[in-house]
Structures are given as structure tokens and as C-alpha cells.
């Protein structure tokens, strides 16, 4: 059974109710990074070259997010701009920008713009990123000769603070470092205790060739299920180690059910890499669903380890119940001391101490289940088991395999409250 919002970035409440508190009294954590807005004009297109102001806004959300800061999805931003009447990669005005800051409860905003200018050259047409790979794409595909021109701001929200407006310029070709430095601006001057010494900004964004990152962000901005898969597979036949493309076309499969396919995608990112632990939770979920319980309770074990979330601890004390292995119920505990309120957390624990025998108990955690879910039959059914002091019936297919694993992950959370906790020592090395 599954319970909860899948890939979705959403806020664990008592996490969130402890994290909103401590930001109040310490420094910003929170942040939301807008498309830049795409003023290229010419032959080579507007909706040509979306793709790099995406491009942009996605590094500083992976820069930021890495560093412990919430951030929040392409979607949301999306969402957010359709319910503001804003559309989604256009040029906004600074109360534009503080709108959809506002919407998100975001407390620092990013925004800006870039334009290129293609070189002049009669000789020969500009060679294009993608066809120089010997690849096609649904639109046309962008010129690689010529300079690019970023420009972007930040909005404090708290204070009620504009920056200074900063720019990045260089080639088309050097779009990636670009991206990086513009990171490490926006960390020096959201979190500057986080920001590395600028000598050593490019390690801030992870090496790929550009016109996979070109195939990446175009998945990502596809808005057919066609098109999106597609993108993304070209990206990989680029770069067949591009962490981000590997984990989307996960999600997809995962998404449709075919859960040896997602694992498939998902074994590929290195334990080295930045979403190793998100894809290692999903490629538990997809073995879990796929009957391997021993390699989920590896894939789980190994997220609880760094991450112990409680939707991390409970899907490992999942497999190992489905495993008959011991742990099951200690595992459980932990997920249900984080959050007491979860009626899965309580119905899992109860599940395993009725097969354990330990009516009384189960019979407490099943009436807790009960007091939150009055209509879950299951736990109607085991409450009413444990009063007649009843266990497994073998053959019983009512009483079978009823463990309830989580699909909502919520690192990036986590890690804020962490950093709030233990603020990281200035400048030192991302984790």
C-alpha cells in the first residue's frame, strides 16, 4: 500500500513546525530560483533557447539544495507563477519576482535574465549542441558560436533587500561554469558562511557535456510524456553517467508501475553524487514493489544511515518484516518516535508486535491508527484479533504482507534543520 505524495517536495509537518521556528531566530534557509527570463532576439529564436534560463535556475537549486537549503521544484515555481497570472520564463519586474516569493513563502528570491548573441559568420551555419552529436530533437537546437550575457538579482523578503544586480558573460560553450559561479553568487550572498572561496566555485556544479544538459532540460520542460522521455534518453546516450537525466527516467518508470526498469536507472548514480540518496530511496521502493526485499533493505539501510527519516526507517523496517528478519518492530519504533502523529507509522508497529504475539501493545498502537483513520478496515479487522488474542491465520491472504511503506522523501527538510541545529563551519567542504 502506498501512502503519501510521490516525488512530490512536501514539508513533514513536525519537521516543518521546527524548522519555520528556528529560521525565525536564524539565518535564511529558504530559497526559490526563477527561470531567467530569455531576451535573445534575432534568427535564433526565442523558445529556442528557454531552455538556458531553466538551465540556470535548475544549477542553483541543485547548488542550494546540496548545501542544506530549501528550495523548491521547477514545478512549484510553475504552479505558482500559473496562480499569480504569471507566465512561466518571461521577464518579471521586481514585484512580479516578490510575488511568486510571497506564494512560496520563500525567503530569498532569485530572478533574472540572459541573452545571446550569436556570431556573425557567412561562411557556414552555426553548428548546434545537439547536432553536433548527431542528434535530433522535436524543436530547433541552439547555435553554439557567440557570447552569453546572464544577469541576475536576489530579494531578501525578510529584510525587505534588493542586491546589486550581478553578471556572468562568456561563451555559449562555457554555459556550465557560467552556471556555477552565478551558484556560488547567490550563495554568498543568501548564506555566505556556505559559500566555498570563489577559487573553487566550479566544483559547485558537476561536469557534463552541455548538449546532454541541453537534452536534460528540454525533458524537463517537455509537455508531453513522449517528448519527456525522449529528451531524457538522448541525455543519457550523450553522458550515459548524467546523474540527473538517469534519476528522471527512474521516476518515469517508477511512475508507470514498471519498477525493474526504474531500479535499472536508478542503480546507475554513484554513492558519490548529490541525489545518490533520493534515487537510493526510490530504487528501494521499486524492489520493495518488485518482491526484493533483501535489496530494499539494503537500499533503505544504506539511506538510514546518512538520512534517518522516518519514511526511511519505516520502508526498512517494511522489507525486513516482509523478510521475517529481526529488526522489523525497532525499526518502526524509531519512524514513530520522530512523528507519533502518522497513523502508518502506528499501524506497521502494531502489525508487527501482532505477529509477534504482543496483543496488548498492538491492540494500543491499532486504537491510535483507529483515533486518526476511524474507516481503516485493516486495522479494525487486527484490533478486533488482538482483543481475542488471535495471530496469523496461515492462508489468510486479509492478514498478509499489509506492511505500509512511504513514498514521500524529505532530505532537503532534514538537512535544513540540520544545518539550523549545527550550522556547517564557513567555507568548509561540501558534504
Given at each position: 500500500?502506498?501512502?503519501?505524495?510521490?516525488?512530490?517536495?512536501?514539508?513533514?509537518?513536525?519537521?516543518?513546525?521546527?524548522?519555520?521556528?528556528?529560521?525565525?531566530?536564524?539565518?535564511?534557509?529558504?530559497?526559490?530560483?526563477?527561470?531567467?527570463?530569455?531576451?535573445?532576439?534575432?534568427?535564433t529564436?526565442?523558445?529556442?533557447?528557454?531552455?538556458?534560463?531553466?538551465?540556470?535556475?535548475?544549477?542553483?537549486?541543485?547548488?542550494?539544495?546540496?548545501?542544506?537549503?530549501?528550495?523548491?521544484?521547477?514545478?512549484?515555481?510553475?504552479?505558482?507563477?500559473?496562480?499569480?497570472?504569471?507566465?512561466?520564463?518571461?521577464?518579471?519586474?521586481?514585484?512580479?519576482?516578490?510575488?511568486?516569493?510571497?506564494?512560496?513563502?520563500?525567503?530569498?528570491?532569485?530572478?533574472?535574465?540572459?541573452?545571446?548573441?550569436?556570431?556573425?559568420?557567412?561562411?557556414?551555419?552555426?553548428?548546434t549542441?545537439?547536432?553536433?552529436?548527431?542528434l535530433?530533437?522535436?524543436?530547433?537546437?541552439?547555435?553554439?558560436?557567440?557570447?552569453?550575457r546572464?544577469?541576475?538579482?536576489?530579494?531578501?523578503?525578510?529584510?525587505?533587500?534588493?542586491?546589486?544586480?550581478?553578471?556572468?558573460?562568456?561563451?555559449?560553450?562555457?554555459?556550465?561554469?557560467?552556471?556555477?559561479?552565478?551558484?556560488?553568487?547567490?550563495?554568498?550572498?543568501?548564506?555566505?558562511?556556505?559559500?566555498?572561496?570563489?577559487?573553487?566555485?566550479?566544483?559547485?556544479?558537476?561536469?557534463?557535456?552541455?548538449?546532454a544538459?541541453?537534452?536534460?532540460?528540454?525533458?524537463?520542460?517537455?509537455?508531453?510524456?513522449?517528448?519527456?522521455?525522449?529528451?531524457?534518453?538522448?541525455?543519457?546516450?550523450?553522458?550515459?553517467?548524467?546523474?540527473?537525466?538517469?534519476?528522471?527516467?527512474?521516476?518515469?518508470?517508477?511512475?508507470?508501475?514498471?519498477?525493474?526498469?526504474?531500479?535499472?536507472?536508478?542503480?546507475k548514480?554513484?554513492?558519490?553524487?548529490p541525489?545518490?540518496r533520493?534515487?537510493?530511496?526510490?530504487?528501494?521502493?521499486?524492489?520493495?514493489?518488485?518482491?526484493?526485499?533483501?535489496?530494499?533493505?539494503?537500499?533503505?539501510?544504506?539511506?538510514?544511515?546518512?538520512?534517518p527519516?522516518?519514511?526511511?526507517?519505516?520502508?526498512?523496517?517494511?522489507?525486513?518484516?516482509?523478510?521475517?528478519?529481526?529488526?522489523?518492530?525497532?525499526?518502526?519504533?524509531?519512524?514513530?518516535?520522530?512523528?507519533?502523529?502518522?497513523?502508518?507509522?502506528?499501524?506497521?508497529?502494531?502489525?508487527?508486535?501482532?505477529?509477534s504475539?504482543d496483543?496488548?501493545?498492538?491492540?494500543?498502537?491499532?486504537?491510535?491508527?483507529?483515533?486518526?483513520?476511524?474507516?481503516?478496515?485493516?486495522?479494525?479487522?487486527?484490533?478486533?484479533?488482538?482483543?481475542?488474542?488471535?495471530?496469523?491465520?496461515?492462508?489468510?491472504?486479509?492478514?498478509?504482507?499489509?506492511?505500509?511503506?512511504?513514498?514521500?522523501?524529505?532530505?532537503r527538510?532534514?538537512?535544513?534543520?540540520?544545518?539550523?541545529?549545527?550550522?556547517?563551519?564557513?567555507?568548509?567542504?561540501?558534504?
Amino acid at each position: 500500500m502506498f501512502v503519501g505524495n510521490q516525488f512530490r517536495f512536501v514539508r513533514v509537518a513536525a519537521l516543518c513546525t521546527v524548522v519555520c521556528a528556528a529560521a525565525q531566530s536564524m539565518s535564511a534557509q529558504t530559497l526559490v530560483a526563477l527561470p531567467f527570463a530569455n531576451r535573445t532576439t534575432g534568427k535564433t529564436g526565442q523558445a529556442n533557447m528557454d531552455w538556458i534560463g531553466e538551465s540556470i535556475a535548475e544549477t542553483v537549486r541543485d547548488v542550494a539544495g546540496e548545501k542544506g537549503i530549501l528550495t523548491f521544484e521547477h514545478e512549484e515555481v510553475d504552479q505558482a507563477s500559473q496562480r499569480l497570472g504569471l507566465r512561466s520564463r518571461t521577464l518579471l519586474t521586481n514585484a512580479s519576482a516578490l510575488k511568486i516569493g510571497d506564494a512560496l513563502d520563500a525567503e530569498h528570491v532569485l530572478y533574472g535574465t540572459f541573452q545571446f548573441v550569436p556570431d556573425v559568420d557567412t561562411s557556414a551555419p552555426a553548428a548546434t549542441s545537439q547536432a553536433a552529436a548527431g542528434l535530433t530533437s522535436a524543436v530547433p537546437t541552439t547555435p553554439m558560436r557567440g557570447t552569453l550575457r546572464i544577469t541576475g538579482r536576489v530579494i531578501d523578503r525578510r529584510h525587505l533587500h534588493l542586491s546589486s544586480e550581478f553578471t556572468e558573460t562568456g561563451s555559449l560553450d562555457d554555459l556550465l561554469t557560467l552556471e556555477a559561479h552565478v551558484a556560488w553568487r547567490v550563495l554568498t550572498l543568501v548564506v555566505p558562511k556556505l559559500a566555498p572561496q570563489e577559487s573553487s566555485f566550479q566544483s559547485l556544479r558537476a561536469t557534463v557535456r552541455l548538449d546532454a544538459e541541453e537534452s536534460y532540460i528540454r525533458g524537463l520542460l517537455a509537455t508531453t510524456a513522449m517528448d519527456k522521455e525522449r529528451f531524457l534518453l538522448q541525455a543519457t546516450r550523450i553522458d550515459a553517467k548524467f546523474s540527473h537525466a538517469n534519476l528522471a527516467l527512474g521516476k518515469i518508470h517508477f511512475a508507470r508501475k514498471e519498477y525493474r526498469q526504474a531500479a535499472d536507472w536508478l542503480q546507475k548514480l554513484p554513492p558519490d553524487d548529490p541525489h545518490f540518496r533520493e534515487a537510493t530511496f526510490l530504487l528501494g521502493l521499486a524492489q520493495f514493489q518488485s518482491s526484493d526485499y533483501a535489496g530494499a533493505q539494503k537500499a533503505f539501510q544504506i539511506v538510514a544511515d546518512a538520512v534517518p527519516l522516518g519514511e526511511v526507517l519505516n520502508n526498512l523496517g517494511a522489507a525486513q518484516s516482509r523478510r521475517g528478519v529481526p529488526g522489523a518492530a525497532e525499526s518502526f519504533r524509531a519512524a514513530l518516535s520522530g512523528d507519533p502523529s502518522d497513523p502508518v507509522y502506528h499501524f506497521n508497529l502494531g502489525y508487527a508486535l501482532w505477529r509477534s504475539g504482543d496483543f496488548s501493545n498492538a491492540a494500543d498502537r491499532f486504537r491510535a491508527v483507529l483515533d486518526r483513520q476511524p474507516d481503516d478496515q485493516s486495522a479494525t479487522l487486527l484490533l478486533g484479533m488482538c482483543l481475542r488474542k488471535q495471530g496469523p491465520r496461515p492462508g489468510d491472504a486479509r492478514l498478509e504482507a499489509l506492511e505500509r511503506v512511504k513514498t514521500n522523501y524529505e532530505e532537503r527538510a532534514y538537512l535544513q534543520l540540520k544545518s539550523l541545529v549545527a550550522p556547517p563551519v564557513a567555507n568548509g567542504p561540501s558534504k
